[in-house]
């Protein structure tokens, strides 16, 4: 199991490179190798590639033309800035959620307590009174 695709709170379609029989060559298969995070730099958003790769991707024009897009996207700063700030924000909402989620964990538990206390009260009240 992929701990990502475990994660999604919506419904998607995951499709695995790694999975794909290498004679199945779409143009969408193609522009899918692009994005083969076996890639991965340390900076998780860069891919980098062998030279070998490079020069079948620099041979194939749709590659090409989605490369450039994505390099357009890289360099423009404000698009930049905007992509980190949405994986800030949405980590700050992930540890917000995990902490309301053991927040209201821990007022079960003391509802339980106060449970057990108005019950041990009312037992001891009824000796009481009689």
Do not use: C, G
């Not at 709170?9 to 490179?17: D, G, K, W």
């Not at 360099?75 to 989620?101: G, P, V």
């Amino acid at each position: 199991k992929n701990e990502f695709i475990e994660k999604l709170t919506h419904n998607s379609y995951i499709i695995q490179l790694t999975k794909l029989d290498e004679s199945v060559q779409t143009p969408l298969d193609r522009i899918l190798t692009i994005f083969d995070q076996k890639k991965q730099t340390k900076q998780r958003e860069i891919l980098e590639y062998p030279d070998e790769e490079s020069e079948k991707f620099s041979s194939d024009e749709l590659l090409q033309r989605a490369i450039k897009r994505l390099a357009k996207a890289v360099l423009e700063e404000k698009l930049r800035k905007d992509l980190e700030f949405e994986e800030e924000t949405e980590e700050t909402f992930s540890n917000i959620i995990e902490e309301l989620k053991e927040n209201k964990k821990a007022l079960k538990e003391k509802d339980k307590v106060l449970e057990e206390k108005d019950r041990l009260i009312a037992e001891l009240m009824k000796k009481v009174s009689q």
